[in-house]
């Protein structure tokens, strides 16, 4: 069995930053891309930033310049800095990571979700 866990979010004033992190533990033969997306209140989940195993990154547009994400492989770990928070980044955010298990099989596992308030 696979799991995610994130942790990291919470409040924060615009202007601050906030680093959150997912490790994926279990059976896992491979963990290929790993990323972060969020939902807002009454809007559709979004993807934020996504990194495949051999670092290669692309991130939305709407945080281009303001977050970061990168990975260890050896930990198992995904980190999303995220600097310069503005209100409109409030939502709950998804770690996501496309792993093959011990058995063999392949598929995209997603956290329990993580928080994050920006308030103005």
């Known amino acids: 069995q696979v799991q995610l866990v994130e942790s990291g979010g919470g409040l924060v004033q615009a202007g601050g930053s906030l680093r959150l992190s997912c490790v994926a533990s279990g059976s896992i033969f491979s963990l290929n891309a790993m990323g972060w997306d969020r939902q807002a209140p009454g809007q559709q989940r979004e993807l934020v930033a996504a990194?495949?195993?051999?670092?290669?990154?692309n991130n939305a547009d709407s945080v281009k310049g303001r977050v970061a994400i990168s990975r260890d492989n050896a930990k198992n770990t995904v980190w999303l800095q995220m600097n310069s928070l503005k209100p409109e980044d409030t939502a709950v955010y998804y770690c996501?990571?496309?792993?093959?298990?011990?058995?063999?099989?392949?598929?995209?596992?997603w956290g329990q979700g993580t928080r994050v308030t920006v308030s103005s």
């Open positions: 990194i495949t195993r051999g670092i290669s990154t």
């Open positions: 996501n990571a496309d792993i093959t298990a011990s058995t063999g099989s392949r598929y995209i596992y």
